[in-house]
């Protein structure tokens, strides 16, 4: 099965469609991740394809709601310090990925968008600081409202305000996780069940069901996130949870299409209090 990253984005249309929309007042959406190996089971691009399909879900969201909405082509050459040692874990300096982010948003910025909502899926503590600098020098320079959509739950975990100008925190209105002694961090059995339901040409069924669980404890978390040699000894074959357990995750709704609603939600509220024109 084919799927394009580039489908109902920029660069599917010609810069007429995009210019009309600009004019219309359009908020743009920046899909972003990176290519990273994901186990033996799933593609390497599993987290681009994840962001990308936020962002398409989030724009029908939006424009039911009459808020005009683009999608710029999905930024992936992002940093993967902890699986960096895996092959197919592209990674790109810090300041590459910074200054790529920054003309990306001047880009923007020079043909009138005001608003851009970075979607990124990728939990590398290196590569999050990175948008983090481009999206605060972009906001510095550039004057534009720039932020980096996140769950309340990251937010909390990484103690990020509720105020702070860089982020749009949007709640998750669902139950906890059950606390584990063994967490699914990834590729594991969530990150199976939503590829296989979303993309399943891109997963490798048959391989996921002979996996056998990675008994990791969150001790071992803390030294996986070291990554390097690190992360590869103790998940040699690049997945941190129990793959084969995929059929076992709820299916309806998923960690996909729960982010695309209550962001999308939370821009509109975010769109209201700015003054934007909505239903």
Known sequence: MAYSLFEKTMADMSWTEIEAAIMEGAVVLLPSGVIEQQGPHICTGKDIYESHLICKLMLEELEAEGIRTLIAPPFYWGINQITGSFTGSFTARTETVQAMLYDIFDCLGRWGIHQAFLVDVHGDHKHGMALYEAIKEARIRLQMDVKSVIS????????????????????????????????????????????????????????????????????????????????????????????????????????????????????????????????
């Open 152 to 279: 309340h739950w990251i937010a909390e975990d990484l103690r990020i305000q509720e105020d702070d100008e860089h982020f749009l925190i949007f709640q998750v209105p669902l139950e906890e996780p059950r606390p584990t002694p063994f967490p699914d961090i990834h590729a594991g059995e969530n990150g199976t069940a939503s590829m296989r339901k979303h993309f399943p040409g891109l997963v490798d069924e048959a391989l996921a069901q002979k996996l056998p669980p990675a008994r990791l404890t969150f001790e071992h978390l803390k030294e996986w996130q070291r990554g390097g040699q690190h992360a590869k000894e103790l998940t040699p074959l690049g997945y941190f949870g129990a793959p084969a357990d995929y059929k076992k995750v709820p299916s309806d709704p998923d960690f996909i299409e729960c982010f695309a609603r209550f962001a999308a939600v939370r821009i509109k509220e975010y769109a209201a209090k700015r003054g934007k024109k909505t239903p």
